[in-house]
């Protein structure tokens, strides 16, 4: 069992930013792997970013070099700081966990998002 809490969405104008946390607790397995995902209505689950327990970080194409990922180990939190925010990036942000191994394995989970473990969500909207 594991459990995922997202926290630090909102509504904000273009060219703004928000930091999201994720806090991992209650888990029975080992983790390699922690990635956010983002839906907006009527959308596909898209990977926005992932890092794993090497530090190795990906990013979608859409968010490269606006959002970046981030971890605090000791507090078993992740984060996701989004800048120049566009309305595109309107979206139910969801943190998700895998026990994927790290490298290649993690990153191939992200893209086809296929992570066992999910946060409930919180939403980030961003208007023009």
């Known amino acids: 069992h594991v459990q995922l809490v997202e926290s630090g969405g909102g509504s904000v104008e273009a060219g703004g930013s928000l930091r999201l946390s994720c806090s991992l607790s209650?888990?029975?397995?080992?983790?390699?792997?922690m990635a956010w995902f983002r839906q907006a209505p009527g959308k596909e689950r898209e990977g926005v970013a992932v890092?794993?327990?090497?530090?190795?970080?990906m990013y979608a194409d859409s968010v490269k070099g606006r959002f970046t990922i981030s971890r605090d180990n000791d507090k078993n939190t992740v984060y996701l700081q989004m800048t120049s925010l566009k309305p595109e990036d309107t979206a139910m942000y969801y943190c998700?966990?895998?026990?994927?191994?790290?490298?290649?394995?993690?990153?191939?989970?992200?893209?086809?998002?296929?992570?066992?473990?999910w946060g409930q969500g919180t939403q980030v909207t961003v208007s023009s």
């Open positions: 890092i794993d327990s090497d530090g190795g970080i």
């Open positions: 998700a966990a895998s026990s994927a191994a790290a490298g290649i394995s993690c990153y191939i989970s992200t893209k086809r998002g296929t992570f066992p473990y």
């Open positions: 209650e888990y029975d397995v080992t983790i390699n792997c």
